[in-house]
């Protein structure tokens, strides 16, 4: 079975994605320089964490609002509205 052009495309892209990605951690990681580099980025990282977080809360609570509002809006239509009957008619009709 050949393998075809897109898949050797893929393999290749995956294989340099890869070699920049573990050249990336090993710089990072392994050193001085790339030490240094994290130390001065873990600060902002650690911001940003923060703001999603404060994000994510400010979301959940406009969620619940909302939540809230839209149950408060269906009881009131509810109450506003006459009570649906059970079965449309008082008698059975024939199915023939």
């Known amino acids: 079975m050949e393998a075809s052009v897109e898949d050797n495309s893929r393999a290749i892209a995956a294989a340099v994605l890869g070699g920049v990605v ?9 050193t001085e320089r790339g030490r240094a580099w994290r130390r001065q980025l873990e600060p902002a990282i650690d911001d940003i964490a923060r703001e999603l977080n404060h994000l994510r809360s400010t979301i959940n609570k406009a969620s619940g609002v909302a939540s809230e509002g839209w149950k408060l809006l269906n009881e009131t239509l509810s109450e506003a509205a006459p009570p649906r009957p059970r079965y449309p008619t008082t008698h059975q009709t024939s199915p023939f």
């Open 22 to 30: 573990g050249a990336m951690a090993g710089y990072l990681f392994f």
